[in-house]
């Protein structure tokens, strides 16, 4: 991001200040450290206790892993990775005023390895050229975004052997909802929101 980006961005974290809310890095080297985020509707940062769960899950894969979060929202997911010692982290979020904040607080944390981009994932995944060990699946509902994903994925061969996904939807999956090549090794619930893990 260019020296004018990082000033529209920082300006856009000001005017949005009012409608800002707030996100807790949960575990790792930031732990404890408060992050703003923009108020979006559409957008669902996932709660402390799914967060707490999941790396929980990830605890023995996460340091030294490339992480891809595609549909980034708050950016909470892959913000959390790096505080946790992931070498890499991509964080994709199509919402532009998204996307600035993000990138807004990975600067004032000073989190290495970290990119945000700001593109839809059907884009990024057309033109990334690398392989990632973890991936974070969380995107919006009822647009079928989550199974042409993970076709995606496998298709252009992003992922690494033994990758491990992580899946939010709307409804209970099955290892029928996903590529025949990954099984779901966790699944939990929280409110209306399921919550999976699958093993490649």
Same mark, same amino acid.
């Given at each position: 991001m260019s020296r004018w980006q990082r000033v529209v961005a920082r300006q856009a974290a000001v005017d949005i200040l009012v409608?800002?809310?707030?996100?807790?890095?949960?575990?790792?080297?930031?732990? /404890?450290? %408060?992050?703003n985020f923009a108020n979006i509707?559409?957008?669902?940062?996932?709660?402390? !206790?799914?967060?707490e769960?999941? +790396?929980?899950?990830?605890?023995?894969?996460?340091?030294?892993?490339?992480?891809?979060?595609l549909f980034?929202?708050?950016g909470i997911l892959g913000i959390e990775s790096a505080s946790r010692g992931a070498a890499r982290v991509d964080l994709v979020e199509s919402n532009l005023q998204a996307a600035m904040q993000i990138?807004?607080?990975?600067?004032?944390?000073?989190?290495? /390895?970290? %990119?945000?981009?700001?593109?839809?994932?059907?884009?990024f995944l057309d033109k990334v050229? !690398?392989?990632?060990?973890?991936? +974070?699946?969380?995107?919006?509902y009822g647009k079928g975004l989550l199974e042409s994903s993970c076709r995606i994925l496998e298709k252009n061969a992003?992922?690494?052997d033994n990758a491990h996904i992580y899946l939010e939807s709307e409804q209970q999956l099955t290892d029928k909802d996903i590529p025949h090549n990954w099984r779901l090794v966790r699944a939990?619930?929280?409110?209306?929101?399921?919550?999976?893990?699958?093993?490649?």
């Open positions: 409608m800002t809310r707030y996100l807790r890095i949960i575990g790792g080297k930031y732990r /404890g450290r %408060q992050l509707p559409e957008i669902r940062p996932t709660p402390d !206790r799914v967060r769960t999941l +790396f929980n899950w990830l605890q023995h894969v996460i340091s030294g892993a490339h992480c891809l979060d980034a929202g708050s990138h807004c607080c990975v600067e004032d944390t000073e989190l290495d /390895g970290v %990119q945000v981009h700001n593109l839809s994932a059907g884009c050229q !690398r392989k990632y060990n973890v991936i +974070f699946l969380d995107p919006p992003l992922l690494a939990k619930k929280a409110g209306q929101v399921f919550y999976h893990l699958a093993l490649r």
